[in-house]
């Protein structure tokens, strides 16, 4: 059976691998990924894929040439690889709708948001620390993963199911990044901590904070909607982002 040859591309990623234990492949900070081809563009079409909300990780799994394990990845160096793969699928120029207005972004134009490496508490360790500005609390945290996503998504289809009005979305994420509470790193304390003494105002400080030090993509631009005066406009990633027209 003839065999054809696919290009590839290296792909950096925005954490550096610097979280990742040694001896992984993804401990590189880098990944082999190979050019889209009509094999994903049936992935994309798949309509079960797109009913189960999995299309995008259906994608990258079938892009990615390096052989790591996907539900490692950290969420912000997968959104990396999702710009990669639209780059290398259907170039670097992507036209989206807003306020009645066409805008076409350069994709090759967005800059990684690096891994502040002076944050870490320990070498190859996924774990930072935040003092809450109004309880003073001490927490410490970790960055979310796939398998991070993936268990979240389970647990809150779980809770639905148990009470359709209920959608503990925020509670849950925050109780999937805290690691530890003052000191204490059991899951009662943490759930409990979540649940009965995490101040709005700590909860909206540290999802700042945790946003600002998330390795990943700026996907932020500014554009001119009135002449001369530019807004921060935020790049949508949505069904429409694979597709040229």
Known sequence: MAEFKLPTEIVELPSKGLLYPEGSPLAEGKIEMKYMTAKE????????????????????QSLIVSKIN???????????????????????????????????????????????????LAPRKNEFEFKLPYSDNIITFKLLTQQDDNNIDKELEGLKKINKDQSPELTTRLKYMITSVNGESDKGTINSFVDNAFLARDSRAFRDYYNKINPGMHTTIKYEFIEGIEEDLEIPINANFFWPE
């Not at 563009?41 to 990258?60: A, F, M």
């Not at 710009?83 to 709708?97: N, P, V």
């Open 41 to 60: 563009e049936d992935i994309l079409t798949n309509q079960n894929y797109i009913r189960q909300g999995i299309v995008i990780d259906k994608l990258l």
């Open 70 to 120: 996907y539900d490692d990845l950290l969420i912000g160096d997968k959104d990396a690889i999702i710009i990669a793969s639209r780059i290398l699928g259907y170039g670097k120029d992507y036209t989206f709708r807003i306020s009645g207005e066409d805008i076409t972004v350069d994709l090759t134009t967005l800059k990684e948001k690096f891994l502040d490496e002076s944050l870490l």
